[in-house]
Nanobody
Framework: QVQLVESGGGLVQAGGSLRLSCAAS????????MGWFRQAPGKEREFVAH????????YYSDSVKGRFTISRDNAKNTVYLQMNSLKPEDTAVYYC?????????????????WGQGTQVAVSS
């Protein structure tokens, strides 16, 4: 069992930065690949970024590539999402999730555990 708690969301102006954190409970965190998804009002949840269990491999959606960076600290049981050059279209609830592998990392059903989400709002 893995419990995930996101933090770090808030209101920021366009062009600004935020860093989201996702703290995981349990000693098995290092066995899981981790992902970030987001859901904007009236839209389906979409993939944002993924990192494998070791941190050696990362993947991003085209919409955030070059602006967002996913990282993890297995000693702290935490995964991060550094978001730079934020745009109003990045406004959404951001969720972290844990998966047993990086296969099909962009598909929601590959993830076994989900956090409750943290709101990010970007004003123009």
């Amino acid at each position: 069992q893995v419990q995930l708690v996101e933090s770090g969301g808030g209101l920021v102006q366009a062009g600004g930065s935020l860093r989201l954190s996702c703290a995981a409970s349990g000693r098995t965190f290092r066995n899981y690949a981790m992902g970030w998804f987001r859901q904007a009002p009236g839209k389906e949840r979409e993939f944002v970024a993924h990192i494998d269990w070791s941190g050696a491999n990362t993947y991003y959606s085209d919409s955030v590539k070059g602006r967002f960076t996913i990282s993890r600290d297995n000693a702290k049981n935490t995964v991060y999402l550094q978001m730079n050059s934020l745009k109003p279209e990045d406004t959404a609830v951001y969720y972290c999730a844990a998966a047993r592998s990086s296969t099909y990392y962009y598909i929601e059903r590959q993830y076994e555990y989900w956090g409750q989400g943290t709101q990010v709002a970007v004003s123009s």
